[in-house]
């Protein structure tokens, strides 16, 4: 992209409630991802829909606790930060664009040879996560936010031929970017609902 004009995105963070103070006053902080296991390397996650942060949130307290929440423990223990990005537009990465993906593709394949023999790489949990925060270590990366939809199968018992749903997510890179964060406390109840339904 060679728009150097500022693009603003509305992202949305699931998190435990006790953070929500600090990163509303403090902003957030860069997790590293020195185990190379989230999907698009280091940084901040939002999902561009606020339904996804509390599925997300959902899947985190059942990892925690080992039980299905109601309505009002989800909303006691965790909550959604709202926030608003704003970049320049040649600032992002988006790799649902076809060509960003092969130029990403073709960068890696030529230079592959020289990551894959470093003992980061090879200890990693997600060979794709280690190969990006080997290329923003290496400053052949540096775009601030990338941008990527994932497919998850959800279970439908009914409607088998629908059970891969699309998760759109951001992962910002330099927290610079953040210019607001708010708790966004609108979770209506038939919302939890119509997402636990699939983890009964």
């Known amino acids: 992209m ?4 500022n693009k603003k995105i509305t992202g949305y963070h699931g998190t435990k409630k006790e953070n929500v103070e600090n990163i509303c006053t403090n902003n957030f902080n860069i997790n590293e991802d020195k185990n190379n296991k989230l999907f698009l390397g280091y940084g901040i996650y939002f999902f561009d829909k606020y339904d996804d942060a509390v599925d997300w949130n959902i899947k985190a307290f059942i990892k925690e ?3 299905c929440p109601k309505y009002k423990i989800l909303q006691e223990k965790y909550s959604i930060i709202e926030s608003e990005i704003e970049v320049e537009s040649d600032q992002i990465l988006d790799l649902d664009e076809k060509e960003n993906l092969v130029k990403l593709e073709m960068l890696v394949d030529k230079i592959k040879g020289k990551l894959i023999t470093k003992p980061e790489y090879q200890r990693a949990r ?3 996560s280690a190969i990006i925060n080997m290329l923003y270590k290496r400053g052949k990366l540096k775009k601030k936010v990338i941008v990527k939809t994932f497919i998850e199968t959800i279970d439908m018992k009914n409607l088998s031929s629908f059970k891969n749903y699309a998760r759109k997510m951001f992962c910002v890179k330099d927290v610079n970017v953040i210019a607001r964060n708010k708790e966004n406390k ?3 109840e038939e919302v939890f609902e119509g997402i636990i339904f699939f983890y009964k």
């Open 2 to 5: 060679d728009d150097k004009t």
């Open 186 to 188: 609108e979770l209506k």
């Open 65 to 67: 606790l080992s039980y």
């Open 126 to 128: 997600n060979k794709t």
